[in-house]
């Protein structure tokens, strides 16, 4: 196994950011993280960087947080673990929304948990007809905690209260309509190629200024809401529920409050 999760190419003004670790499903572990901040610091930096794609590689743009990782973690409790988790999360999502360049998501398959935080996370994003998404947390004890600072942004307040209380699994015309993608195609990499040639006939300066303008409300919700959302996800984390909703997933079960219709 390569020790790089995320590739990282710059072509005719765009950096291109790969989720590339498809053999956990593009799961949110401490090195994919690193690995996508130091590509997010790279692409701020340069530049010839118009702006930014953010896609993947495998049938699954990010399974949510890496469960395998926080099974087999040293840390004295699971609150400690959590907290360490959170605050990765936290740090990540807030880079790719105050990046000064424009975030484009390109998804061609399943989106689940923390994953929804990333698409949430840009400022726009194309899903071909294979997509599917999730909030998935509610079905293992937990909650969609710090990635409700990207995703409730972007949803009408029904479609937030369906999607964090069922964890049901939504299409791209469903999230196309609901807000939390841009646009529903057939092509992922056509509608990518259109949008980054309108970006390149665009400002910089322009297009940092005028995305300050429409992340200023999320980052203040960062500021206001963080510390509270990290404490709730420590604490779900280390509950009795959440261990054994996780222990469940991983052992391919149903977890014990499951109840057959």
């Known amino acids: 196994?390569?020790?790089?999760?995320?590739?990282?190419?710059v072509a005719d003004g765009v950096a291109t950011l790969t989720l590339d670790s498809p053999h956990n499903r593009n799961a949110i572990s401490t090195r994919l993280v690193e690995q996508l901040r130091q590509g997010l610091a790279d692409a701020a930096t340069d530049a010839a960087v118009r702006a930014v794609v953010l896609t993947h590689t495998g049938g699954t743009f990010c399974a949510g947080a890496d469960l395998s990782e926080a099974s087999a973690a040293t840390h004295s409790t699971p609150e400690g673990l959590a907290a360490e988790r959170t605050k990765q999360m936290t740090d990540l999502l807030r880079a790719i929304v105050e990046?000064?360049?424009?975030?484009?998501?390109?998804?061609?398959?399943?989106?689940?948990?923390?994953?929804?935080?990333l698409v949430g996370a840009c400022d726009l994003v194309v899903a071909g007809?294979?997509?599917?998404?999730?909030?998935?947390?509610?079905?293992?004890g937990l909650a969609a905690s710090i990635i409700s600072l990207t995703v409730i942004p972007r949803l009408t307040p029904r479609a937030a209260g369906r999607y964090f209380l069922t964890g049901e699994k939504f299409g791209p015309r469903e999230a196309e309509a609901i807000g939390l993608i841009s646009q529903a195609v057939g092509d992922s990499s056509e509608a990518v190629r259109e949008l980054a040639a309108t970006l390149r006939a665009c400002s910089p300066q322009g297009l940092a200024e005028s995305k300050k303008l429409t992340t200023m409300r999320m980052l203040a919700d960062f500021d206001n809401y963080a510390k509270v959302l990290a404490e709730q996800s420590a604490g779900l984390f280390g509950s009795e529920e959440a261990i054994e909703g996780m222990s469940a997933f991983l052992q391919k079960r149903s977890p014990r409050w499951a109840v057959d219709s």
């Open 129 to 140: 007809p294979e997509s599917t998404f999730a909030l998935t947390e509610v079905r293992l």
């Open 1 to 9: 196994m390569t020790d790089r999760l995320v590739r990282y190419e």
């Open 99 to 117: 990046l000064p360049k424009p975030v484009i998501g390109r998804i061609d398959g399943h989106v689940r948990a923390g994953g929804m935080g």
